[in-house]
Structure formats: C-alpha cells, structure tokens
C-alpha cells in the first residue's frame, strides 16, 4: 500500500452562544490521505480561535505533504519520524506541531481502518467508556451565561465542570466560582482555568481564595514555557495543579513530571504531534503515576484515554454545529462510548467541506 495524495483544506467553524461571546469561530485544518487500495484516512487540527490556522495549512501543504507521498502509510512511527525530523530549523511547536498532528491522526486512522478496529483498541484498548467533563466558563460570559453552560453539562450528566478564572481582581474570580458551586450543588465538582494569565505572586493570592471550593485542579497558571514557574507554583498552594495544552513533546512533559509541576497532565493531539507523541506522554505519566485529561477535541481524544490506565476526563465543549461530521460521540450520564467503528469513527459531512471552506 502506498500514499498516492494528500488532500488539504482549512474549514472556519461558526460557535454558538456562549461559546461566540470569546470565540467566534474556530478553524480546522483538515488532511484527507489517500491510497492505491483505496483506503483513506481523516487528520484535522483544531486551531482554537482559528488564529495562525493559514500558515498551519502552508507548512503542513509545503515541507510535510511530500514527505509522505508514495511511502507505505502503515509505517506510521517511521512516517512521524520523517516529519517530525525532516525540518531541523524549525522546533515542532505551535504551526509545526499542529500541521504534524493532522497528518499523524489521518495515518493512525488510515491504520486502524486497515486493521478494522477502532483506534482505541488497536492501541490495546483498557476501556470503551469515557467520563467527561463540561468545559467554559469564559471571561466574557454575563453570569446567567456561565449558570447557564454549567447546568446544561450537569443536565448531561457531568459530574465536573471547568470555568474561567480572568478577571483582574481575585476575588471577583471566587464570587463567580462561589455562583456556580451554589447553582450546581455538591454533586457537581469544579476546575479552573488561569490560561496563562498570572505570574506565581497572582497566582498564590488567586489559589488562597478558591481553597473552600474544594477543585479538583487549577489549570495552566502561567506562561506555558515557564516551566519552573509552574513548579514554583504547584509547590506553594494546596490545589492540585494542571497543566500541558499548550506543551508540544514528550520532553516538554518529560521536564514538567521531573519538576512536579503538575498532578494533571493535558497534552492536546492537535497540538502536541499527534496520537504518536500524546500516546509517548501518556505512558510517560503514567510511569510517574501523573493522570492524563486530553485538551479539547473529545471526538479524538476519547481514543487516549481509551487506550491508556492512567486516563482520567475529556473535555466536552459543545461547540459543533450538528452538519460538520456525520456522527458526534454523544454523551449520557456524563461520559461518552467510544465508537465502534474502525478508525477514529470521525468523518466530515458530505456538505460541510463546501459549506466551511475558506
């Protein structure tokens, strides 16, 4: 079997409310991999906001497509190491690391519909059910939004919610997460989410007054290439830290367990090279006894954790329109099936090409 094309195409995705409060639109860069056997394979980056989604797509179509051209695509760590390897200029990070990861899906697709088995199990498959938590909460939302998004996951079952913690002062951070706790009950744990915003100072006053809400982490407190900062961080307050969406290889995860930087790790397939790096980083964490919660893209993610004993939560955000893929995984009582159908079990729609295409 040999790779005859690769197909490209960048899809700009509309969001519903809430969500299109903070983010409007998302971007997918999207690689079709074709065979002489007929056989193909899907790969899509989801580029969050869709920012920098065009120079993914030029580097994926211009240095990575002609490495794979005529190769077997059931070599599948022999072709990541030709991408990951082919450019020594350029660090496979940020618009390196996510044009890799869409080609690196599709070929892991492209191999398990080979094998007939759903990518999960192919990997040694631990478990085909997959709880999840509800993820939003952004800074932009009103309260009635944010109360609102909560009870919607908690009416799905969701036993976790994560929300955004932006705003300057401290403690009109807790008032908000004091509104959710009280909307939801006890039933329904929380997480939050710095994204970056607060040096170790901001971050030591801002964690003291979320101690009584009980969290089950205290996401991303600083500068993702701060790495001893984040240690510092995870070191000096009493919530479980978490961190990894925007952290790309195995070394990256590698210096933050030896730091104990995080209990929570989140590397994100589209992000951190695909399924062939995200599974090196699972077991690595798993080694440490570190839990694994993927970011985003739950539809691909489910397969992680699947796959993995140290897996704990995907990350629903309910952001696609019902017309981008044929199938979504749906959620009940709070966790998600695995699909049974071989590959990812993700497929665009016949009309969604034509109808998102930028």
């Known amino acids: 079997m040999k790779i005859t094309s690769v197909d490209t195409c960048l899809l700009t995705v509309p969001t519903p409310r809430p969500i299109s409060l903070e983010f409007p639109h998302h971007k997918l860069v999207v690689a079709d991999i074709a065979t002489d056997e007929g056989v193909r394979g899907l790969g899509y980056s989801l580029v969050f906001g869709g920012g920098g989604a065009e120079a993914v797509l030029a580097y994926l179509d211009t240095r990575l497509k002609p490495l794979l051209v005529d190769e077997d695509p059931l070599h599948v760590e022999r072709l990541w190491e030709k991408m990951y390897r082919g450019d020594r200029g350029v660090r496979r990070v940020g618009i390196a690391g996510m044009a890799i990861s869409a080609l690196d899906i599709g070929l892991w697709d492209l191999a398990a519909k080979v094998a007939g088995l759903p990518l999960y199990q192919l990997w040694g498959g631990l478990t085909d059910r997959i709880a999840a938590y509800g993820s939003g909460g952004w800074g932009k939302y009103t309260e009635a939004d944010l109360v609102g998004e909560a009870e919607k996951y908690a009416a799905l079952g969701c036993k976790y919610y994560k929300m955004k913690i932006h705003h300057p002062d401290p403690k009109a951070n807790a008032a908000r997460v004091a509104l959710v706790r009280k909307a939801l009950g006890p039933g329904v744990r929380l997480m939050v989410d710095v994204n970056q915003k607060l040096d170790v100072e901001g971050n030591l006053r801002q964690a003291a007054l979320l101690e009584e809400f009980d969290l089950v982490w205290y996401e991303e407190p600083v500068l993702a290439d701060d790495l001893a900062a984040c240690a510092e961080v995870s070191s000096r307050i009493r919530i479980p830290v978490a961190t990894g969406e925007n952290n790309y290889t195995r070394y990256e995860f590698r210096e933050l367990i030896e730091r104990k930087a995080a209990r929570y790790l989140m590397p994100d397939v589209c992000r951190a090279n695909g ?80 109808k998102y295409r930028s």
Request: hydrophobic content about 40%.
């Open 275 to 354: 399924y062939s790096e995200t599974l090196k980083i699972g077991h690595l964490a798993a080694a440490h006894g570190i839990a694994v919660s993927p970011h985003v893209v739950h539809e691909l993610s489910l397969h992680i954790c699947g796959a993995l004993s140290n897996g704990f939560l995907v990350e629903l955000i309910d952001w696609t329109p019902p017309d981008l893929f044929e199938e979504m995984p749906a959620c009940r009582d709070g966790e998600f099936r695995i699909p049974a159908r071989p590959g990812h079990g993700m497929a665009l729609s016949s009309a969604a090409r034509q």
